[in-house]
């Protein structure tokens, strides 16, 4: 089946100016994972969905940054007043449950990402 | 919170040796283990996962080795060949990923 997609692959935009990232899970698939990968680093958590819900947002580094995923399936990563620093490839997962067994059905699935640049 | 070391950063192997890339964890609660690999400019792939209760998966030339008590794991990838070339993230897990800081595996024909 199809896996997961997000939309745009490269997003380029000027200081201060705001971003919306969209992420498809596979079908399916109730927990979403939004992470940050800047060059040459591992993926960097930013929050997770269970269903509708945002059942860890820990790991945004500030106010600047929203996600909502309201019909549990697709969802939107916002960038308020975006910063140079913000420039990193913004990369989605999707299991088929959450959970802290690391059971079968909590394998995480990528996206290609979405190569974001504050110019 | 979950902190996760990954060594060496670079590696490079003749093909046909092997390549062992290890990594040590802080939260003993950890119980998933996973390894992805990615190439340049495409999505992480997971190619293989050890849970807490086991010591050793194999997977053809891949294996995971766990050791819990001292919280360090290790990818063994044996017979290397050129497409194995990318940049290989260990993970550890309590409710999200927390990945290392990856290794670049260079196979040399």
């Known amino acids: 089946g199809a896996g997961v997609s997000q939309t745009p692959s490269n997003k380029v935009t000027e200081k201060g100016k705001y971003v919306e990232l969209r992420c498809d899970p596979i079908s399916g698939h109730t927990a979403l994972y939004w992470y940050r990968q800047s060059l040459g680093q591992g993926p960097e958590f930013l929050i997770y969905f269970q269903g509708t819900g945002a059942a860890d947002d820990s790991g945004l580094p500030n106010d600047r940054f929203f996600a909502v995923r309201p019909e549990g399936s697709v969802s939107t990563l916002k960038i308020q007043r975006t910063e140079r620093g913000d420039s990193a490839v913004y990369l989605c997962a999707s299991s088929y449950t959450a959970g802290t067994s690391g059971g079968l059905r909590e394998t995480q699935y990528f996206g290609p990402g979405t190569r974001l640049l504050v110019l | 919170g979950e902190n996760v070391e990954q060594h060496p950063s670079t590696l490079s192997v003749q093909e046909g040796d092997s390549a062992v890339i290890k990594c040590t964890y802080s939260d003993s609660a950890s119980n998933y283990f996973p390894w992805y690999k990615q190439e340049l400019g495409k999505r992480p792939q997971l190619i293989i996962d050890?849970?807490?209760?086991?010591g050793e998966k194999k997977d053809q030339r891949i294996a995971v080795t766990l050791n819990k008590t001292a919280k360090h794991f290790s990818l063994h990838i044996t017979e290397t060949q050129p497409e194995d070339s990318a940049v290989y993230f260990c993970a550890a897990r309590w409710g999200q990923l927390t990945f290392g800081s990856g290794t670049q595996l260079t196979v040399l024909p």
């Open positions: 050890i849970r807490s209760n086991v």
